[in-house]
């Protein structure tokens, strides 16, 4: 569903939208609302995967969170983060570092190169 914005169309418009970019997956969160005018969270995961022609295409996967939700899913999810900053094995720790750190300099070669794609809405993709 491509969303424009407009309430007048039918189509569910986003309220407010971050992007996170890391490496070959870009997160996008985006608030909208339902036709009651309740707020809720969908979160997605979309990665670029090539097939063996060189074409490409979006692997895409969506998660929609309602407010009834939102602190059990906040708790819970801090909870597992904590978990594994406290229990993550020190050389994991280390590589995961370095591949946050190629990830920057991807992003940093793309906006080099004018690869930038923060104008590309995800429902462009």
Known sequence: METTGY??????PEIFSK?????KRTYFFDVKSTRNNEYYLTITES??????????????HKLFLYPEDFDKFSDTFSEVIDYINEN????????NKESEEDSK???IE?????ENYSGIEFEDI
């Open 7 to 12: 309430k007048d169309d039918n189509r569910v």
């Open 47 to 60: 990665k670029k995967k090539f097939a063996d022609d060189g074409n490409f295409r979006y692997e895409k």
């Open 105 to 107: 300099k991807v992003n």
């Open 110 to 114: 793309q906006e080099a190169s004018g």
């Open 19 to 23: 992007t996170i970019r890391a490496g």
């Open 88 to 95: 993550q094995p020190a050389e994991m720790l280390s590589e």
